[in-house]
């Protein structure tokens, strides 16, 4: 979301030498502070929640509220390659600084290009309290560094453990023999779940600042109704010294070798010590260096190879003890940062930030002057890590502004685009009579918050007067209502800009094959077997067992996200509880068949909607094989106003589709097109947006029923499901002819014939060769029957094949069914086979002897024919005796195809 300020759009693009390439990604971060809010820490209308990380260079990123939630959320591009681990924390200020505890937050990036959507989680892992539990729990801690640093005397100190368990008062520590461990079991008490801090403490006697508290932050653990044994941790986390340290350069300022110290301390440290990098594009390191004899320090050169491949970590290790010391090296770089966009010829002023050696005079240019121009270099004043120049915009276009240090070559570059001010309607170019479609107005640049709108035929499509931008937003929403027939120009515009005109096109419901909505039903009761005809077959209605606390079930009524609504109703879905969470969680599904599988030429639309994104939520198309229902797509919210869908339920296929919160709730459109046999394109339009489909998607199977669900969807109808506006059209006309295609004797066959979508009753049959086969001129569809049959005579065997044609009259549906007279020859006599000496062999038919005899292999080639064919001879592939037996010699006679002409002796 662009923020605008002052008619500039700020924003700040870091790009470290050739950062330029980096892959980038959407990452989606989200924090929960409702337990924050109601501890009293947080109020959420004075107080704001940022993300800092490594991606901002630990900087702050506002994130933004979700309605009236305490949800907070941020889509930030971040750049890095996959698998990279970016480290992060959410923190707010309620007049001090608030950070969560230690340690950082931290995920590995994902694939370049494909937005990543982070859990949401509770502020600093506090999430909702249930009921007080008590229980034991142990905590140690390990004394030792402190006893070593000369800190602590165990002879006359004892240690504490202070928390909210104690009201931070002291509970002391057993010391564990003649060890540095203290260690107390404790029975504590609070709510489950619950997040409880404490601390170790001692107090060294001394007059003053003797008591001596671990540093911020507090320690922490979860509690439970079961005993916990928690980690034995060192004294304020100091722990012993590796027996390894590694010294040297850590900022170079150019290319070339650097020496390092290795220090070893004790006697358990070998002589010949590994060395390794973790980044080799940027520094090498010998694979070993050597303690002299009588010597605790050793050195070697790292070579920084370049200054713009990234930073590196220099490790040494002993492979006898198994100590290590690493030693990060950071390279010079540095940031552009100011308008990326400007609206207005004239100045801007940038911000040049640099890191580590840098030189004090950078160069500066613009890679495209004619939109903007920047002066030749910019210097740092002193020691300042920061720098100011202008840019001057001249004409509309794109440039990136780039500074190098002569000296390392680092660069950083930053692009800027010149664009005046402007305004973008967008929305559905069509509507029906009675329903609210949604359009979206988004602005970019300085544009004043009132936007007028205007209806060429308020008659057609009335809007609203005006419409206004939230504060630092720049996209708003807004519903038109569809009055009357005809067409209508959408307008929006104001003194600073004047949007495209939008034409919107308003009609009546098409007859469509089945239809359904929700002001359908006779006094807003949803009957699984409705009164009124949808052409769906009834629903079905399943839910999760049934628990005191536990609430769902369906219902017709208004939905606060007004789009959704036809004649002021939606259908509903509710699934929440209260109190202590239930076993099952709540879930209602809501299941109904197609009138028939989808077939070629059908569209399925449905509407959906919600306002926040807790529990799961959405809806499944599935096509039933052999008896059982498959899942063939489903469309399900995945979290942080995410929605997503996936294919045949295969996790891998799952592709985010809309994300983001939009005020007011969301609705989107769904339509799945048949176009070939098991073969699909979905699209999706969110309301007030354009289409995205996703053609020529195969699936093992067919659509023939929809399941709309919500799963543990929250409290309150924000958390409801929402869906309206079911249909489907017919298929394309089609007409299909089955029956007998193998005809042995002469006489009637039954052959049946359907019909599939808008096909007359009265369909005209012929035949190719009616000296073979002959049909009745026509056959009729009894009223409301979509199959007939009908007989056929074949009249002869001997005067070959013919084709049996259905044609539809009055449209373009036809089926074509070939078939095939014909005698049938004498058979073989007597056929057997002796699997122990792997012989065949057989009589002929009274009458007949054996012309010629064809062997193939039984296996098929790529046409689908039997592979191999050969003539077999006789003497060498067969014999025949005197009583015309015809034994096979050759071959592997069980995995053999014959084929046998007999003839008849004169």
Known sequence: ??????????????????????????????????????????????????????????????????????????????????????????????????????????????????????DTVYFNNQGPAGPSVTADVTFSVDMSVQIGLGNFDPETMGVDVRGDFNTWGQTALTREGETALYSALISVTAPDGSTVGYKFFYDNGEATESEIWENDPNRTFVMSEDPQVLDTVYFNNEEPPSGLQLSGTWNPATTGAYEFIVTRSGPEIGDEIQLSVDNELAASVPATVTFAEGSDEAAFDVTVLSLVEGNVTVTAEDSVSGDFAEYSI?????????????????????????????????????????????????????????TTFQGMALAEGSTTLVATDPVSGVS?????????????????????????????LTRSGPIGEVVQLTSSDGAVLQVPETVTFGFEEDVVTFQAQALAEGTAQLGAGNADATAAPLGVTVSERPDYWAYDDASLYAGGVWELSPA????????????????NNAFRGRFIGESAVTAINQGGLAFGLYANWSEAEPDPLPEIKMTRGFPAPMAVGQTFSVDVAYNYSSGAKGFKLKGEFEGVAYDRFELFNSGNDTWSYKFDGNDATITVIWDGYLAGGFMGSIQVVCTAPNTFNFGFQRAGGDWVWVNDVSLPGTIDQVEFYNFNGGSGDAENFYFNRMWLTAPDPALDLTGPWDLTATGDYEYTLTRLGEVGDTIHLSSDNEAAVTVPATVTFAAGEDTVTFMATVA?????????????????????????PREVGPGVVELAYDPATGTMAFLPPDGYEIGTLEAADCSLDAEGNWQNWRTLVIDTDYTVDGEGRISLLTGNQAQMILRITWVRPL
């Open 1 to 118: 979301m662009k923020k605008t300020v002052g008619g500039w759009l700020i924003g700040m693009l870091a790009l470290v030498g050739t950062a330029m390439g980096q892959d980038m990604r959407d990452v989606t971060f989200s924090v929960d502070m409702s337990v924050q809010i109601g501890l009293g820490n947080f109020d959420p209308d004075t107080m704001g929640v940022d993300v800092r990380g490594d991606f901002n260079t630990w900087g702050q990123t506002a994130l933004t509220r979700e309605g009236e939630t305490g949800i907070y959320f941020a889509t930030i591009s971040v750049a890095g390659a996959e698998a990279d681990p970016v480290g992060y924390k959410f923190y707010y200020n309620n007049g001090g600084d608030v950070w969560e505890n230690d340690p950082n937050r931290s995920f590995n990036l994902g694939p370049a290009g494909t937005p990543q959507v982070l």
């Open 330 to 386: 950071q390279m010079p770089r540095m940031e552009i940062s100011g308008p990326f966009q400007v609206f207005a010829a004239g100045p801007a002023s940038y911000t040049l930030t640099r890191f580590n050696n840098i030189s004090g005079t950078v160069n500066l240019s613009s890679t495209n002057p004619a939109v903007m121009t920047v002066p030749a270099t910019a210097t740092f004043d002193g020691e300042n890590a920061e």
């Open 412 to 440: 950083s570059a930053f692009n800027v685009t010149f664009a005046a001010p402007s305004l973008a309607l967008h929305g559905p170019d069509s509507a029906w009579i009675g329903t609210t479609p949604t359009y979206t």
């Open 532 to 547: 009124h005809e949808s052409g769906f077959p009834d629903w079905t209605e399943t839910l999760s067992s049934e628990t």
């Open 796 to 820: 002869s065997l001997t005067n070959g094949e013919a084709v049996l044609r259905a044609e539809d009259p009055l449209g373009t549906a036809w089926s074509e069914f070939a078939v095939r």
